[in-house]
């Protein structure tokens, strides 16, 4: 089993600035593809941005944050990252990570996809 801990939400305004953190415990394999998904309140969860584990570090990004936001990973820290940039208010969300253990052979942007995740950390954007 693998546990995934967010951390790094809060409130911030917009234009400004957040790092999300994601930490993975138990028996992580370095092969693990990993993802960060949203929900806002009253709308489905979206995909936000993934990338792999493995050799080549493939990343991919939802349209609305492609430009904005920075996925990146620290295996020797089992820990994930996502950057977010020039916030704004429609990025209000619960933003939870992910991991699979198939190196998106099944894809990356449907939540079914995945194996483990976390709590989720709130992201607020003030206007």
């Known amino acids: 089993q693998v546990q995934l801990v967010e951390s790094g939400g809060g409130l911030v305004q917009a234009g400004g600035s957040l790092r999300l953190s994601c930490a993975a415990s138990g028996r992580t394999f370095s092969s693990y593809a990993m993802g960060w998904f949203r929900q806002a309140p009253g709308k489905e969860r979206e995909f936000v941005a993934a990338?792999?584990?493995?050799?080549?570090?493939?990343?991919y990004y939802a349209d609305s944050v492609k430009g904005r936001f920075t996925i990146s990973r620290d295996n020797a820290k089992k820990s994930m990252y996502l950057q977010m940039n020039s916030l704004k208010p429609e990025d209000t969300a619960v933003y939870y990570c992910?991991?699979?253990?198939?190196?998106?052979?099944?894809?990356?942007?449907?939540?079914?996809?995945?194996?483990?995740w976390g709590q989720g950390t709130q992201v607020t954007v003030s206007s």
């Open positions: 992910a991991a699979e253990t198939t190196m998106f052979r099944r894809g990356y942007r449907r939540g079914d996809v995945y194996d483990y």
């Open positions: 990338i792999s584990w493995g050799a080549g570090s493939n990343t």
